[in-house]
């Protein structure tokens, strides 16, 4: 593929406002004759939906059978998709126009997976080959670590990599290595520093020795205060080990879009791995901040995964709506948001493998789509994002499972399984499996008062005793956790984010509510600290608290 992008920022906004749209209304007026419909109707009159309500993609199967839909459904939801302009953002993304409108940036993601030869042609610049000159000087940088040939200030090899970064700068790092762990180098560790408790940081360090330690500084912006704060201290306890500002060159290394902050903080721009500001920060695991995942796996599987990435995105470039992974997951996620008000969806990996994915998904998910305004700056009549969260099969099961099987709360969820285990141990891949089914068909089916009572339950308990049903599940499976299959699984998740957040008509790719907490709290900190009493002038409330921690200080 090769194309150009005008880099404008022309692509449609889905001008027609949200209830306005005619495939809105009609969804409304089928939800009133669906909604309330039970699963076990559903499949009693279409007993073959199990087998047609599904998909395939980048080695995916998702069934969203056991959803509250018909194929009267997706249709209107596909036609939905369609008037909200799903094809002509999708493209205009691809392309490289600037879709993030509130920050004026291209949203390029897509491009960091797009392999070797293709070309992209964003503002003159071919973004492809620059991703791989990254990639390439990644893969060098890897294999000089992972074969010892780069030395330490003693001369020592590399043992110990610390990540230090934070949101998108660590949540995908992390995932990927706690996903990719059976793949990766067992005589290395690796740790990852986020939060600016100093607990983190001395948790993480407390046993390595800084002669074998080799830090990874990520921030896209390297202007973060928890990264920047847990830096400092990075360089300070190796400088206390090593003794020598020579050290710091062979021991740190940088990961930014901001060449100028990092020679101002001592790493040598040689030692940098760029990327751009078209990638968002939670986006960017397949960039150069997956680095710690490149020196936990090696070029080939980090490779692997960019390849996994790309097969899905190829997918949901291509694939017809209706049989498309990320915009059925996207649709679905609207439709029970908006017509059935789902306040939040669980995402439950049938695998310890992916105990961090969750995680991962709440950035990806609440930060891309958590926005009340529209686009063209309007306050949104609909709900948008939900508040997602999960935890692995079937640890959940025993945890907060019983709140969805018979509260009074409507959560989809999401199950994810695996065909192969990559631990064979007698048969526990069965036993954890024989729960995904089980969860999803308990979920759909329940289990009705007659049912309860013909196992002679007492009178008094039957009401307990009952699982009313109709919980919807997508559950999707792959083969195996290769590295292909963890990109192919994160891709369908970031493009349904972006099919949310193209009927929503909303700029999933700002963030800017994070920013009040963070300028607050810069204010605050010199009022924590000052030795004379500080002329607090916050409300009385905030006033009291920070007095109170004075004291307690
Ligand atoms: O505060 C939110 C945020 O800006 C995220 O969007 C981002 O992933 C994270 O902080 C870290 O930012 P950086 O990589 O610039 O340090």
């Known amino acids: 593929m090769s194309t150009t992008s005008s880099s404008s920022s022309s692509s449609s906004t889905g001008a027609t406002p949200l209830r306005q749209r005619a495939s809105w209304q009609a969804l409304r007026?089928?939800?009133?004759?669906?909604?309330?419909?039970?699963?076990?109707?559903?499949?009693?009159?279409?007993?073959?939906?199990?087998?047609?309500?599904?998909?395939?993609?980048?080695?995916?199967?998702?069934?969203?059978?056991?959803?509250?839909?018909?194929?009267?459904?997706?249709?209107?939801?596909v036609a939905l998709a369609e008037e909200s302009g799903l094809r002509e953002r999708t493209a205009a993304m691809f392309r490289g126009d600037r879709i993030n409108v509130s920050e004026n940036r291209s949203v390029l993601h897509v491009a960091l997976r797009m392999p070797k030869g293709e070309s992209l042609v964003v503002d003159g610049v071919d973004v492809v080959a620059e991703v791989h000159g990254v990639l390439d000087r990644m893969s060098a940088f890897a294999e000089r670590i992972r074969s010892g040939e780069w030395r330490g200030h003693?001369?020592?090899?590399?043992?110990?990599?610390?990540?230090?970064?934070?949101?998108?700068?660590?949540?995908?790092?992390?995932?990927?290595?706690?996903?990719?762990?059976?793949?990766?180098?067992?005589?290395?560790?690796?740790?990852?520093?986020?939060?600016?408790?100093?607990?983190?940081?001395?948790?993480?360090t407390r046993e390595l020795a800084a002669e074998e330690t080799l830090f990874i500084v990520s921030s896209k912006t390297f202007t973060t205060l928890e990264t920047m704060t847990n830096a400092q201290t990075a360089r300070e306890w190796a400088l206390?080990?090593?003794?020598?500002?020579?050290?710091?060159?062979?021991?740190?290394?940088?990961v930014s879009t901001n060449a100028q902050e990092v020679s101002k903080f001592g790493i040598d721009t040689e030692n940098m791995f760029g990327f751009w500001d078209w990638v968002g920060g939670r986006y960017s695991m397949d960039s150069a901040i997956g680095l710690s995942t490149m020196l936990a796996v090696g070029p080939g599987a980090f490779r692997e995964m960019?390849?996994?990435?790309?097969?899905?995105?190829?997918?949901?470039?291509?694939?017809?709506?209706?049989?498309?992974?990320?915009?059925?997951?996207?649709?679905?996620?609207?439709?029970?948001?908006?017509?059935?008000?789902a306040q939040t969806a669980g995402v439950m990996p049938y695998s310890q493998y992916l105990k961090r994915f969750p995680a991962y998904l709440q950035q990806l998910t609440m930060e891309s789509n958590g926005k009340h305004v529209t686009l063209d700056g309007r306050h949104a009549d609909y709900q948008t994002g939900a508040v997602y969260w999960g935890e692995p099969g079937t640890n959940g099961q025993h945890s907060f499972y019983q709140l969805i099987h018979q509260g009074t709360k409507l959560i989809p969820l999401d199950l994810i399984g695996?065909?192969?285990?990559?631990?064979?141990?007698?048969?526990?891949?069965?036993?954890?499996?024989?729960?995904?089914?089980?969860?999803a068909e308990a979920l759909?089916?329940?289990?009705?008062?007659?049912?309860?009572?013909?196992e002679g339950t007492p009178e008094a308990i039957v009401p307990h005793r009952v699982f009313e049903g109709n919980r919807p599940t997508n559950v999707i499976l792959a083969e195996q956790l290769t590295p292909h299959a963890l990109g192919a699984l994160v891709a369908l998740y970031e493009h349904s984010v972006f099919t949310q957040g193209v009927v929503w008509a909303i700029d999933s790719f700002d963030q800017w509510g994070v920013e009040l907490g963070k300028v607050l709290a810069k204010r605050i900190i010199p009022e924590l600290e000052s030795a004379t009493e500080p002329d607090l002038q916050h409300d009385t409330s905030t006033n009291?608290?920070?007095?109170?921690?004075?004291?307690?200080r």
């Open 29 to 77: 007026e089928h939800h009133a004759r669906i909604g309330e419909r039970h699963l076990r109707d559903l499949f009693s009159e279409d007993p073959d939906r199990g087998e047609r309500l599904v998909a395939e993609g980048a080695g995916l199967y998702l069934d969203y059978s056991k959803n509250r839909v018909s194929e009267e459904t997706v249709g209107l939801l």
């Open 154 to 204: 003693t001369g020592k090899p590399m043992r110990n990599v610390v990540n230090i970064g934070i949101g998108g700068s660590d949540l995908g790092p992390v995932m990927a290595y706690e996903a990719l762990r059976h793949y990766s180098r067992r005589d290395m560790r690796f740790r990852f520093v986020s939060n600016v408790d100093s607990t983190d940081f001395a948790e993480a």
């Open 240 to 254: 206390a080990a090593l003794g020598d500002e020579s050290a710091i060159a062979r021991h740190f290394v940088a």
């Open 306 to 341: 960019l390849a996994g990435f790309h097969e899905m995105d190829v997918h949901f470039r291509t694939a017809p709506l209706e049989r498309n992974l990320p915009a059925l997951m996207g649709l679905l996620a609207v439709w029970y948001g908006d017509f059935f008000g």
């Open 418 to 439: 695996f065909g192969k285990t990559l631990n064979p141990i007698r048969d526990h891949h069965d036993l954890l499996m024989s729960n995904v089914f089980a969860q």
């Open 444 to 454: 759909a089916f329940g289990k009705t008062e007659q049912q309860v009572r013909a």
């Open 544 to 552: 009291a608290l920070i007095r109170r921690y004075r004291r307690m």
